[in-house]
């Protein structure tokens, strides 16, 4: 649990605390005491890494059922659930697994379950599937809840190993003892959840990082752990030195200093310091009648090298992360402020792949649990078996740069003849994963242009009707106003007339006037 909190405060950014204990090991007490006095716990390698690689539900995935219209899906997957996915991966990634938390609320107007994402290191106890090993059947979750206007620490249970006697259960320490506050609470002592056939419905569904046959595999990855603590002590160190650099450290030979303060130290040790500044005048007496002489330190180590270091040893903890020293990227000053470890999309392409499995099988047990829970209390009619639900999942599709340059390669092939239509729309759209959905991915693409095409020959005629109908008017306003202007020159009239019947399509069935060739 305590792997799991420590991760669990990477994530969030609350690991202060943590570099400075992490100081205290690696420095003497005098020195550590000032660097804990403002540690910099800004170089996140372990939250920069794990953020890159959730990218799994940054595009919501597509679920089908058999036999079940998409509307009829909304009391299992309402609009917050994949947002509240996104926070899930990240969660699943850094800490190798994760908690889902499922609810069918009171209120009479409900008409949705309710999705809560648990962190393991605040699951305090919980018991696996026999048949299952990777499932759970018994959880006990650290809540916080509010009772007579105070916050109070609980444990929450739910067991459902013994299906027939299934337990739910509140505790809270009393007076140093536990006692059960279920009915304080809650209202009841009754198993809160139970499915149309009777069966206790345990509203938990645990997540992996990777297929395994265990519960928990907190110490994976460790090493990224370790060295984010390391890495914020070095720039915590390099701060110092960078203090230090600008206003350098002094000796005196054959002076003495003027008194000092005495500190005592957290750790009970007493130190006598002299407190100084690039503006500081100390006076010093002359330990003998001859003059006595101020030296100088040189800087121990110049800030630059310092950062040089720092990020060769960032690029090297990212690696721990399970990623290909070519998925790297670690940008400087002149790219970014600060420095970064970048994840390349091939690699964010990869750790997506390799996450799939495990988050369809996960997925499929969440939506399942969460038919049981609708079905009975929502009055749907939902498959419950996980095999039922049909998952897509968007892949990370390609970046301006890496489509321009995977575009110039493949005219380059097409050139020489190398490559297939079918291979070049799989190359451009990485979500395309075998040759019969490219084809009907060209097919497609195929038919939209011809609709294209049609649409637009129709527009050009109707454009073409249009200019004919205005000279039509055009001609019958020239035809009225010779009506209107006196003796009608009748051949010019029925040129007039003619010409509009042309425009209009029309044939001219009459026979030509005394005076026409």
């Not at 009772?147 to 739910?168: A, K, L």
Request: glycine share 8%.
């Amino acid at each position: 649990v305590q792997e799991q909190l420590l991760r669990d405060r990477l994530l969030r950014g609350q690991h202060e605390p943590d570099v400075e204990r992490e100081i205290q090991k690696d420095y003497a007490p005098e020195i550590a005491e000032e660097l804990s006095i403002n540690p910099d716990p800004s170089d996140n390698a372990f939250l920069m890494v794990t953020a890159q690689l959730a990218v799994s539900y940054d595009k919501a995935p597509e679920v089908t059922a058999d036999g079940v219209d998409a509307d009829d899906l909304a009391p299992i997957i309402p609009a917050k659930l994949w947002p509240l996915c996104q926070e899930r991966d990240l969660i699943q990634r850094g800490i190798r697994e994760a908690f889902m938390r499922l609810d069918w609320p009171t209120d009479d107007d409900a008409d949705a379950v309710t999705y809560r994402v648990v962190s393991p290191g605040y699951v305090i106890d919980a018991e696996a599937d026999p048949r299952h090993p990777d499932r759970v059947l018994m959880v006990t979750e650290y809540r916080l809840r509010t009772r007579d206007g105070e916050q109070r620490q609980t444990y929450e249970t739910w067991d459902i190993r013994d299906p027939d006697n299934p337990v739910f259960r509140i505790t809270e320490m009393v007076d140093d003892e536990e006692q059960d506050m279920t009915a304080t609470y809650t209202g009841s002592t009754e198993y809160p959840y139970i499915d149309d056939d009777g069966a206790p419905i345990l509203p938990y569904v645990l997540y992996h990082a990777r297929l395994q046959d265990r519960l928990f595999d907190f110490k994976a990855g460790t090493e990224l752990v370790r060295g984010t603590l390391r890495l914020c002590v070095g720039w915590t160190a390099w701060w110092d030195a960078f203090n230090n650099a600008s206003s350098p450290q002094r000796c005196t030979i054959d002076l003495q200093p003027p008194a000092g303060t005495a500190r005592t130290l957290s750790g009970g040790h007493n130190v006598e310091t002299i407190t100084t500044s690039p503006k500081t005048i100390l006076r010093f007496e002359s330990t003998r009648d001859s003059a006595g002489r101020i030296d100088t330190y040189p800087p121990g180590m110049a800030p630059m090298d310092g950062v040089e270091s720092l990020r060769a040893y960032g690029e090297r903890l990212a690696v721990y992360a399970g990623l290909n020293p070519g998925d790297l990227q670690v940008t400087g000053s002149g790219q970014r402020s600060g420095l970064a470890i970048i994840v390349s999309r091939d690699g964010q392409r990869r750790a997506q792949a390799k996450a799939e499995p495990v988050n369809r099988d996960g997925d499929g047990q969440l939506l399942a649990t969460a038919a049981r829970l609708a079905n009975a209390y929502g009055g749907a009619s939902l498959p419950t078996d996980p095999d039922a639900y049909s998952i897509q999942y968007a892949q990370l599709g390609l970046s301006q740069a890496e489509r321009k340059m995977l575009i110039e390669n493949i005219e380059k092939e097409q050139g020489m003849g190398l490559v297939s239509r079918v291979t070049m729309a799989r190359r451009l759209n990485p979500g395309l994963d075998s040759d019969e959905e490219a084809i009907r991915y060209l097919v497609n693409q195929k038919l939209q242009e011809q609709l294209l095409v049609d649409a637009l020959a129709e527009l050009d005629v109707e454009e073409e009707d249009d200019a004919d109908i205005d000279g039509a008017l055009d001609e019958i306003s020239a035809a009225r106003e010779m009506l209107r202007g006196g003796p009608i020159d009748r051949a010019a009239l029925d040129e007039a007339l003619r010409t509009i019947a042309a425009e209009l399509g029309g044939e001219d069935d009459q026979p030509a006037m005394m005076g026409e060739e």
